[in-house]
């Protein structure tokens, strides 16, 4: 049977001592450079988050740059069309452009119109309510 000497037991001490000694010194360099990666990591994160911050703030400010000249568009639309109708707006022409608006409406859009009292029949009708409609 294999006889355990006293050379083997120091061997076997020593190693374990330099273990120990190496985690002693090594682990909290180990720390300070985990920690200054982890630093580094966060730090290219938020230079990140910025840029695309900025880069969205630059995207809203064309979009909204475009829409105002969309704007001017339709504003300079409007005035040449009552420049055509004399300077005035007539009760056919705001007729009309509240039927041509009608279609930019979606069916689930509820027209409230008054009546003699100006109270409005509230959904009296609606499709797909159930109710019976006169014919």
Known sequence: MYRLETKHIVIAIIVM???????????PIYRV????????????????????KV?????????EKLNAKAEIERAKG?????KI?????TQTYIQYLW??????LNEKT????????NLPIL????RGSGLPTAQ
């Open 17 to 27: 001592l330099g273990f120990v000694g190496i985690a002693m010194f090594g682990m």
């Open 33 to 52: 450079w985990s920690q200054e990666m982890r630093g580094k990591a966060q730090l290219a994160e938020a230079e990140q988050n910025r840029r695309i």
């Open 55 to 63: 880069e969205e703030a630059r995207a809203n400010l064309e979009a």
């Open 78 to 82: 409007a005035a040449e069309a009552i």
């Open 85 to 89: 109708e004399n300077g005035t707006l």
């Open 99 to 104: 039927v041509r608006n009608q279609n930019n």
């Open 110 to 117: 509820v027209i409230y119109i008054p009546t003699e009292a």
């Open 123 to 126: 959904e009296a009708g609606r």
